[in-house]
């Protein structure tokens, strides 16, 4: 009975439940090494898109797209060309109203003011300071000068509302001035003490009130300005994309996985005067896999509308990750097979080494999938003969089928095997080939384990993903709020009664880096401070990101691992290594060499024994 429960104490249940070895990827992803990769990895894809946004915006006609221009192709089911030619032909007409609109604006302005010195010292002051402005100019003018140059016109109105804004602070901030003289001075009213000083409090209130609706007003007149300017293709692809990724990962929190599945192929009807977030979201209960379906198509939309851009980011984006994202790979197949850990030049030098097998992999089977394509057209192309181009394409129709099916192949060997692709390179230290044989081989000949394992990585990724959420809201929610209880000026503009909330607003789990509020800041210091503000939060909310990626490269890993050792019976931590080049950390050379040990005392050898003479051997048959 002993021997039998020491035998039960020495179970490798890792071995017996080979999906626990997925439960090591939270820890992979923590390295240090591998989080600084993948920070740089998303700074530099950043950097790089945000430079094509920009080259866009100045030498493309439609590199400006509609705010809510990707959520209309997801969930519109016909007529998005026209939906989108209706926003860019009544772009001219809505640029020349907010110019309009920047002509009128002190007109505009909504005043909460209702104190009596207070609203007669601005009645004054408007009548004064605006006396001799500009004549506003024709309708028809404006319409005509922006259907030549849009964003020209829209530049000025923003130029001509900024400086009315000014102008309009100035009115206010001399309004109160002679609000004060004439309580000072009594004016016909009540002119005890108390009386002033309550009709001093009532003016220094609706002034306050008054420059926060000021700065509503700023605010209100920039978002219409991005409406109709619209935004860069990266920034509307890189926030519609982020979207689908934290609902998606939301919706597996909730254990949802599969509601909301476009099980018929049809689309939700929506009109794009909707509402955006409305639109993103589509029915009610989405789960994770229909807000993948969501994120895929809108890669569809880059490649429909954008094709040149989308290839362009395509080849940027590989590029940086084939070479980061070898690297952390690389560490990963270490740490994970072996437990050791080579440094982050090692690992570069690595992904180096091998940076075009980890470029080509996941682009050799699409340009396989678009080869047989070709021919499938070539196939459509002959059907367009009269008469005996009908028959061809009859007859042709089962090689149009076939190559199909190599395509289907080909598709759902990619799309469920890519995440093996760059751990195969990084643990066998091969090349591309390899990398599409091996992916492909372990999904076809294991594809329900294959399917579990990454059910549980997602799940583990989920609950990991929340925690590393959770501890840097934490940590950004504690310094806010600390610092509000420091800092209690100068937070007027924006109803709020400290400086901090002005310059970085409150964070909140789903939005850790909320966006600067530019019509709020009103001096220079205020914005230097708001812009160093979110570069500071910036980086924590990158390197939380930087997380997930070093979690799914971990996991990715380690799932390869298990189904290389299940369907090529090969040791969980059989790894390629390059030596001498790959040391472990641990492993660091003597500096000096270590002295010489004293020779021990010799002692008379002992005397060799007489040999021993060998008999003959017998004759055999053979001999």
């Given at each position: ?400 089928i076939v190559m199909g099916l190599i395509i289907a192949f080909i598709v759902v060997g990619l799309v469920s095997g ?206």
């Amino acid at each position: 009975m002993a021997d039998d429960r020491s035998e039960i104490r020495h179970i490798n249940w890792n071995e017996v439940f080979s999906f626990t070895h997925i439960f090591k990827s939270f820890r992979l992803a923590i390295h240090p090494s591998k989080l600084l990769l993948a920070f740089l990895a998303i700074a530099l894809t950043w950097l790089l898109a945000s430079g094509m946004n920009m080259l866009w915006k100045v030498s493309v006609t439609d590199g400006y797209v509609a705010p809510s221009e990707i959520p209309v192709y997801v969930r519109l089911d016909k007529g998005f060309d026209a939906e989108r030619q209706k926003w860019l032909d009544q772009r001219p007409e809505k640029a020349a109203g907010l110019f309009h609109d920047a002509q009128n604006y002190i007109g505009n302005f909504n005043s909460p003011i209702t104190e009596t010195h207070f609203k007669d010292a601005y009645g004054k002051q408007v009548d004064k300071q605006t006396a001799d402005l500009e004549k506003p100019k024709d309708t028809d003018e404006l319409v005509k000068q922006a259907k030549s140059d849009l964003h020209g016109t829209l530049n000025d109105a923003q130029a001509k509302a900024k400086s009315r804004a000014e102008m309009l602070d100035k009115i206010l901030a001399d309004a109160r001035a002679d609000a004060e003289k004439a309580i000072a001075s009594g004016d016909g009213q009540d002119t005890s003490d108390k009386a002033k000083a309550d009709a001093r409090k009532q003016v220094n209130e609706e002034y306050d009130a008054a420059v926060q609706a000021a700065a509503d007003q700023r605010d209100a007149f920039a978002k219409k300005v991005q409406e109709v300017s619209g935004q860069g293709i990266f920034d509307a692809f890189a926030d519609y994309e982020w979207a689908c990724v934290y609902n998606g990962i939301v919706a597996v929190a909730d254990g949802n996985i599969f509601k909301g599945l476009p099980l018929n192929g049809a689309k939700v009807a929506v009109k794009p005067g909707d509402d955006a977030a409305a639109m993103l979201a589509g029915p009610a209960d989405k789960g994770f896999l229909a807000w993948v379906i969501d994120a895929l198509r809108g890669v569809a939309w880059l490649l429909d509308q954008h094709i040149l851009f989308a290839l362009v980011l395509l080849v940027v984006t590989l590029a940086i990750w084939a070479l980061l994202g070898g690297a952390i790979h690389r560490i990963a197949a270490l740490h994970a097979a072996r437990d050791e850990k080579i440094s982050m030049m090692q690992a570069l030098r690595f992904s180096l080494s091998k940076w075009p097998s980890f470029f080509t992999a996941p682009l050799i089977p699409l340009a396989v999938v678009f080869f047989f394509g070709a021919f499938i057209i070539l196939g459509g192309l002959v059907g367009n003969l009269w008469g005996f181009g009908s028959v061809m394409l009859g007859v042709m129709l089962l090689l149009a089928i076939v190559m199909g099916l190599i395509i289907a192949f080909i598709v759902v060997g990619l799309v469920s095997g890519f995440a093996l692709m760059y751990p195969t390179i990084a643990v066998e230290g091969s090349d591309s080939f390899d990398a599409i044989s091996r992916s492909f081989a372990y999904i076809y000949a294991r594809p329900w384990r294959a399917a579990g394992y990454s059910l549980v990585g997602l799940v583990y990724g989920v609950i990991c993903y929340m925690f590393v959420r959770l501890f840097g809201f934490i940590a950004l929610a504690s310094t806010h709020e600390f610092l509000r209880w420091g800092c209690w000026q100068g937070g007027e503009t924006m109803g709020a009664s400290d400086k901090i909330a002005v310059i970085w607003q409150a964070p909140t789990f789903s939005q850790l880096l909320p966006t600067i509020q530019w019509a709020y800041l009103d001096g220079w210091g205020l914005r230097i401070g708001a812009v160093f503000a979110w570069i500071w939060v910036a980086f924590i909310v990158c390197m939380i990101n930087a997380f997930l990626l070093t979690f799914c490269s971990s996991c990715s890993t380690v799932i390869y691992l298990l189904l290389r050792r299940k369907v090529d019976a090969t040791d969980f931590d059989d790894v390629f290594v390059l030596e001498p080049q790959e040391k472990p950390l641990a492993e660091q050379p003597a500096t000096t060499p270590a002295p010489a040990a004293a020779p021990a005392p010799s002692e008379p050898a002992a005397p060799t024994p007489p040999a021993v003479p060998t008999p003959p051997t017998p004759p055999t048959d053979a001999q």
